[in-house]
């Protein structure tokens, strides 16, 4: 059963003070790997997608890395704005598979 | 339309009365998903369409959930005699596969609350 786990539950850090979110998962062949961000109230808004292990992409102070068995979205010199929560979430590449397996989501607060 | 809309944004409704929840999604794409969420927790999946087949159903709870999509673009997820724990968000997303960007793009939800 495909699966993904999300740490922490919740991460507090001041403006400017770098960090780092992880996604643990598990599937049987690995299609992409999505993050999304969340703002209360509002749906999914889609970051970045990954497709094999070594992979990086970048969007302003956020960067996302895969491996064969996690990733990581990286966070730059936050601001307040940046405050949310993140999903990942892993679609299988087998067929029929196409659903989306999402993990618990990291709520991320950045204080001013 | 730009995004995906879904209607109605809230659905009051009481125990045992069957509710419909409609999808639009963005004009063009194939696929459409419909999640569940519940507060602080990921999207739960319950099914999906490619067109108007409906390609997997196997996180539609029990048979009370059924969702058609006829004409392969607006989608309706229907709940019959509705149960307190469906209480939840309802997400719907649509994405365009086959190619080299399969992201799906959600719609707003609705939130179904069942009293």
């Known amino acids: 059963e495909d699966q993904v786990t999300q740490s922490p539950e919740a991460l507090r850090l001041q403006e400017g003070e770098s960090s780092s979110l992880n996604c643990s998962y598990t599937?049987?062949?690995?299609?992409?790997l999505f993050w999304y961000r969340q703002d209360p109230g509002k749906g999914p808004e889609f970051l970045f997608t990954?497709?094999?292990a070594g992979e990086e992409k970048e969007k302003e102070r956020l960067k996302a890395t895969l491996t064969k068995k996690e990733s990581f979205l990286h966070i730059t010199a936050p601001k307040p704005e940046d405050s949310a929560t993140y999903l990942c979430a892993v679609q299988a590449r087998r067929s029929g598979a196409q659903k989306l397996v999402f993990g618990q989501g990291t709520r991320l607060t950045i204080n001013p | 339309g730009a995004g995906v809309s879904q209607s109605p944004r809230y659905k009051v409704t009481k125990r045992g009365q069957d509710v419909a929840l409609r999808c639009d999604p963005i004009?063009?794409?194939?696929?459409l998903y419909w999640y569940r969420q519940a507060l602080g927790q990921g999207p739960e999946f319950l099914t999906y369409?490619?067109?108007?087949?409906?390609?997997?159903k196997s996180g539609l709870p029990n048979d009370r959930f059924s969702a058609e999509r006829p004409e392969g673009s607006i989608s309706t997820l229907t709940i019959q005699r509705t149960e307190q724990r469906d209480s939840a968000m309802y997400r719907c997303?649509?994405?365009?596969?086959?190619?080299?960007?399969?992201?799906?793009?959600f719609g707003q939800g609705t939130r179904l609350t069942v009293v």
């Open positions: 369409f490619n067109y108007e087949a409906q390609q997997d």
């Open positions: 990954l497709y094999s």
């Open positions: 997303a649509s994405s365009s596969p086959g190619g080299a960007n399969t992201e799906a793009f």
């Open positions: 599937v049987s062949g690995l299609r992409g």
């Open positions: 004009s063009g794409h194939v696929s």
